[in-house]
């Protein structure tokens, strides 16, 4: 399993097209090394990373507040 | 990760430089019950842990314990002096990352005067070597760390119980009895993980923001003291919703332990009922038996009673009344003249009365002469016999032996039952009253009456004979006898009223819920409407976004889960059909059932989805293994697991030899490679051939090993080596 494939099961969950996060037709086409400034998805590639790269929950959700006080 | 290699010195049977060379697909060594199939499995295990499994103890046990058992008895035997060791060789290839890993466990013992000296140093030493494939160097690794790493790399420590297992540990690699087992084993297999970590830092990150949003309203709040009371009463009633929370979770759990406490007595129910029915009606004939019983012994003293009372006892003896009447009545004439003789008889002596001639005259002898002469010697004149005349002259006769027979006479007198036998002819006379027909009538009823109550209770006594077989025959074919079947009921009973109250109280744990949740939004609002000035957009924001963030990290981990199940449940049918091809047993289908608490359990369902109860152990272990084979499967994402090694020590021996090639198909299609020691193709040849040319089986080394020892040395290990054979 690899951190592209659990992007993007995140993202193609529902909630991220019915809280108008993505349209439907983005969700396809997204990947985890795409920029872009959308936050809750730089907030998701976040905690992606860090899971997969085993980082500490910790540190994952200190890098994650930052990127949302920027 | 595949082996390529174990190299096997002196260890345990194998004595001597042993190799076995493995590739991708199924490697099979074969062998018959103690040729070294588990000895081969133990040395796998105790250069990756330390440990072997001893069977006696059903466990595995430490080097430190075992000590220099793990060294070859010939080994030992031959030496007389200096050191002996054991030593096992693996090694891994990971083509992926272009690397190979040998790990070298040894054991040494010292030997004096033949003998094994205790040995201090109990450890045996495991040697590590990373090597890269592409430069054929390798560095040799000391930090102990560093090898635990390697060895998880090679064999993940949580996934060992489900890839390295014996035939004998099968059954405990999913414990279907405890509920969270097969969730805990897909967390494990699959990469669920990696989504409950992202559930966890996103539940920290909001609780993070909230705080902060939370301080910055009591901060800006015109109303602090207003502002603090209000923020309380949303910790009381925040702590409140995360209490009753944890309160439903707790009645979800009560609920699927009693639904599952009941699936599992409904699968008893029905018999239990049907004992406990033919038990009432048991209890019901007995009790009516014993009133017919009681009603019989009446009838029958009532019978009894009536022959002599009512003169039953008489009826029939018509004719016999009769012959009695006429004796009686002949006696009682005979009694009557004979008293009336004696009575002239007396009068005649005493001279009451006069006859024509005095008493004595003429003596009997010339009255005989008269009777035979017919003619009176007095007179003279004829008299006939029978005449007037000749009868007169007989009287005379008689008289006289009246008088000669008086003594005899008087007996009449002294016995005279007459009164008695009078009372006899009354009692004939009584039934001769026209009362026969009505005694007849009433005999008739009551032995009538006798039959039917016989009848009936021969009745009820083959209506308990009845149901006591039945409750035998489901005796026979369960195992619920009279006792537990009420048991079983009642505690069914119990459990599913405990399952309607739980189910009440989740209802009412979920308004509360409710309730609170409004409550916060209230308090928030309140909490808001106090606030002078802005909160700082960003905050707002992050609040926000933090909080969807959680929602979709909790929906997409139960979204994935779900689907993880689905897919697992495809899956594990898929294994288990292939797996049952060659029985012809009913298998089913297995269905993971979600409980209430969410936990998933397997079951086996008929094609109308009823669940089908009471499949043997063997079923049970194949439902476990398809269910394993599927979780890992289902988590890979070409079905083939790659970098881990299936190695299994007689898989087999729980389920017999019609589901050995449908297992070795399943496992073809999960395992990149797999190494299984099995004893079924060692005398089944055909089994064999087919396992060695089966298309549907990615067939890998097979290897037949066998003991050295000839027959006269068979009592000792002292020259025991194992012979090992490549058949392909």
């Given amino acids: ?70 | 990760m595949i082996i390529e290699k174990i190299e096997i010195e002196n260890f345990m049977c194998y004595s001597g430089y042993n190799i076995f060379e493995f590739c991708e697909g199924i490697n099979v060594i074969i062998g018959d019950n103690a040729y070294g199939k588990s000895k081969l499995y133990d040395a796998f295990y105790w250069v990756l842990y330390d440990q072997i499994f001893v069977s006696e103890r059903k466990e595995f046990v430490n080097t430190a314990i075992v000590g220099s058992e793990l060294i070859s008895d010939k080994v030992k035997y031959e030496s007389v002096d200096g050191e002996v060791s054991a030593s096992v060789s693996i090694t891994f290839n990971n083509k992926e990352q272009d690397r190979v890993y040998v790990l070298r466990r040894t054991y040494t013992a010292k030997i004096e005067g033949g003998e094994v000296v205790k040995n201090n140093n109990k450890n045996s030493v495991l040697i590590v070597i990373d090597k890269e494939m592409s430069f054929l160097s390798g560095s040799l690794i000391d930090d102990e760390n560093q090898k635990q790493l390697i060895i998880n790399k090679i064999l993940p420590r949580n996934l060992k119980r489900y890839l390295w297992f014996q035939g004998e540990q099968v059954e405990s690699i999913i414990d279907f009895n405890d509920q969270g087992a097969l969730t805990s084993a897909i967390n494990v297999l699959s990469n669920m993980s990696y989504y409950e970590t992202i559930v966890n830092i996103a539940k920290r990150t909001f609780d993070e923001v909230n705080n902060e949003y939370n301080k910055k309203l009591r901060n800006q709040s015109r109303d602090i003291e207003q502002s603090v009371k209000l923020d309380n009463q949303k910790k009381t009633a925040e702590q409140g919703h995360r209490n009753t929370k944890v309160y439903l979770d707790q009645t979800k759990e009560n609920i699927a332990r009693a639904e599952e406490k009941c699936e599992l007595l409904f699968s008893k129910v029905a018999d239990a009922e049907a004992i406990s029915k033919f038990n009432q009606k048991i209890k019901k004939a007995q009790d009516e038996l014993a009133e017919l019983k009681k009603l019989l012994d009446n009838e029958n003293s009532n019978f009894i009673r009536a022959l002599f009372q009512k003169k039953w006892l008489l009826k029939g003896m018509n004719s016999i009344g009769k012959e009695y009447e006429e004796k009686f009545f002949r006696y009682d004439k005979n009694k009557l003249e004979k008293i009336n003789k004696k009575q002239i008889l007396s009068e005649l002596t005493s001279g009451t009365i006069e006859t024509r001639l005095p008493i004595n005259v003429p003596e009997p002898i010339y009255v005989k002469e008269m009777l035979d002469k017919e003619r009176c010697l007095v007179c003279g004149r004829e008299a006939k016999k029978d005449s007037d005349a000749w009868k007169a002259i007989e009287e005379l006769l008689i008289t006289k032996k009246n008088t000669a027979d008086s003594n005899v006479n008087d007996q009449i007198f002294k016995n005279n039952f007459r009164e008695e036998f009078y009372m006899l002819y009354r009692n004939h006379i009584s039934i001769e009253d026209n009362k026969m027909p009505f005694i007849e009538e009433e005999i008739k009823d009551s032995i009538i009456c006798r039959r039917n109550l016989k009848i009936k209770i021969i009745d009820l006594q083959n209506i308990i004979i009845e149901q006591n077989e039945k409750i035998h025959e489901i005796i026979g074919d369960s195992s619920i006898d009279c006792k537990s079947a009420e048991h079983i009921l009642n505690e069914y009973a119990v459990m599913r009223d405990k399952k309607e109250l739980y189910i009440l109280e989740k209802n009412k744990w979920e308004r509360q819920i409710a309730d609170y949740i409004l409550k916060i939004e209230q308090l928030n609002t309140e909490l808001g409407d106090l606030v002078k000035g802005e909160i700082p957009n960003y905050l707002i924001e992050k609040k926000k976004i933090l909080s969807d963030f959680l929602d979709i990290a909790t929906s997409t981990r139960d979204r994935v889960f779900n689907g993880l199940v689905s897919r697992l449940e495809n899956e594990a049918n898929v294994h288990y059909t292939s797996m049952t091809k060659g029985n012809q047993a009913t298998r089913g289908k297995i269905r993971l059932k979600k409980l209430p608490n969410g936990n998933y359990m397997p079951e086996i369902i008929d094609d109308e989805g009823r669940v089908m109860l009471g499949y043997n152990t063997g079923n049970l272990i194949l439902i476990k293994l398809a269910t394993i084979m599927a979780i890992v499967s289902a988590s890979s994402t070409d079905n083939k697991v790659k970098y881990y090694t299936l190695i299994t020590d007689a898989p087999f021996s729980v389920f017999g030899d019609d589901y050995t090639i449908g297992f070795c198909k399943a496992v073809s299609m999960v395992y990149r490679q797999s190494i299984i020691m099995s004893k079924e193709f060692y005398k089944n040849e055909a089994l064999k051939i087919q396992l060695m040319n089966d298309s549907d089986i990615n067939i890998g080394r097979v290897y037949m090993i066998r003991p050295s020892s000839i027959e006269c040395e068979r009592d000792n290990r002292n020259n025991l080596s194992t012979i090992i054979e490549s058949l392909n």
Avoid: C, H
Avoid at chain 1, 34 to 52: F, P, Q, R, T, Y
């Fill in chain 1, 1 to 70: 399993m690899t951190k592209d494939n659990i992007f993007k099961n995140i993202i193609s969950d529902p909630i991220m097209v019915e809280r108008g996060y993505l349209k439907e037709d983005e969700v396809d086409d997204l990947s985890i090394n795409d920029g872009g400034e959308n936050k809750i998805i730089k907030i998701i590639k976040i905690a992606v990373s860090g899971v997969v790269d085993k980082d500490s929950e910790t540190s994952i959700s200190r890098y994650i507040n930052q990127s949302l006080n920027s």
